[in-house]
Structures are given as C-alpha cells and as structure tokens.
C-alpha cells in the first residue's frame, strides 16, 4: 500500500449531499473496524490482524473478549485501538453480565466496546430495561475513557421499531450506534444507514457492520451518513480503493 502521495484522493457527495469529503487511503483506514469475530479464529489469526491492523492503520481491531488482552499488548504504543464485542452476538443475557463482562474486557485493555442490544426485551416494548442496560454500560465505559457503540440488529426489526431503537441509543448516552452483528439474517443495508442518520442528525455516530466486503460497499455506506465501517475484509477494501486511486485521473 502506498501512503506517500497525500494528494490522491477520492471527491464525492457524502452524508446526504451535505458536505463534499476528500476520502484518501488514510482516512479511509481511520473509519475502519477491522472485526476477526468468527468462532473459530486461532491466536494466529488474530496475530495477522494485529500486523495487518499496524500496517495499514486501521481506526481499531475489534475481537471476542478472550483476545482483549493479546490484542492490547501486541497493539500497544500503536495508533490502533482495541475493541472487543459485549454479549456477542444475540445480547440476551442479564444486564449485570453485560456490565461484568464491560468491566473485564476495559481492564484487560478495551478502548471501544460494542455492545449488543436486548432485542427479545426491545421487540417486548420493555424499552425502559433496554435503555437502563445501555446508559449502566455506557456510564461505566465513559468513567474509563471507552466508546461504547450499541447494535440494534436492523435486519430483525421493522421500519419503526429502527426508528425508535435509533432514538433510544441516543438518549441512552451511547457514541455509535452500529447496524449489525454480521451473524444476523443480513448485515448493513443502505437504507438503513440513511434512515438513522435522519433521525438522529449528528448528535451521534453510525457503525454499518455485516456484509460489506468491497470497497464499493463501503463507500455506499460512507455516502449516507456512516462514520464508522465494521468489517472483516478490511485489508481487501484498502487495497481495492488504493487501486482504484492509482488507476483514476485526478
């Protein structure tokens, strides 16, 4: 990859045609999640990505709790922050082991967080339980400095109920709201991505995770209103976009 002509870039219309933004390899790898989440991922694994992560400079590397603390060590002294998933992937377990596992996973070395929602409690309308998880994290991380983003799984909910989830994250105190899992019936979708960044303005960040494996992906989610992209093929979509900037007349 190179990084030594800071004057490629990519111009557009971004966030609804509200701003042009200059997107070059730097800023794109500053949104970037690079997510190794899958089951089986073996400390080989994660240690590639920790690499490829320094390499390409990757906003964060975001891992199940039980890498939390390798990550932090080899990533330490990095300009790559460490993420780590809470009550991944379904968010159903009881408030207080969503705040145990927060807890563990910030001393061990976690800069972000991504928690998921309680969608069963959600889709019940229980929304004072579900906001109360979320502002109990999110106190917590904030006390130590840590983002937190919250998942509401889009792909389970209708067009309301994204917009009152959209709505509840927000005043639950929350910094991102992420779309997906990646382990849910589909991941990010566009539309989705535009519908929050009209409710919520830009009072908060969007994560659009689940799906996007091109660098085409990621800029359609870019284009709408997504500050964050959450991905595991974050190393193709670098090298895709650095390709398309070599191949373009600027």
Do not use: W
């Not at 400390?43 to 400079?57: G, H, L, M, P, V």
């Not at 400095?145 to 309301?160: F, G, Q």
């Not at 969007?206 to 091109?214: F, L, N, V």
């Amino acid at each position: 990859m190179n990084h030594e002509n800071p004057n490629k870039f990519l111009r557009y219309e971004a966030f609804l045609g509200v701003y042009e933004l200059k997107l070059s390899i730097e800023s794109l790898a500053k949104i970037i999640d690079y997510a190794i989440l899958s089951p089986d991922a073996t400390i080989d694994k994660i240690k590639r990505a920790c690499r490829e992560s320094i390499k390409y400079k990757f906003k964060c590397l975001c891992v199940n709790p039980t890498y939390v603390s390798l990550i932090s060590k080899i990533l330490k002294k990095t300009e790559v922050s460490v993420c780590s998933v809470i009550n991944f992937p379904f968010g159903a377990s009881l408030t207080e082991v969503k705040i145990f596992e927060a807890e563990k996973v910030i001393n061990l070395g976690a800069e972000e967080i991504d928690m998921v929602m309680n969608l069963g409690a959600f889709k019940s309308k229980n929304y004072d339980l579900v906001r109360e998880e979320i502002k109990s994290v999110v106190e917590l991380a904030h006390e130590n400095n840590v983002v937190v983003k919250i998942i509401i799984e889009t792909c389970y909910l209708s067009e309301e109920e994204k917009k009152v989830a959209s709505k509840l994250v927000l005043n639950a105190g929350a910094d991102f709201i992420k779309t997906s899992t990646g382990f849910g019936s589909s991941g990010a979708k566009v539309e989705d991505v535009k519908l929050i960044r009209s409710i919520v303005g830009n009072r908060i960040g969007i994560k659009a995770a689940g799906g996007i494996r091109t660098f085409k992906d990621a800029l359609s989610m870019i284009e709408v209103g997504a500050n964050k992209i959450g991905t595991s093929s974050a190393v193709k979509i670098v090298n895709e976009f650095t390709s398309f900037l070599e191949h373009q007349s600027l």
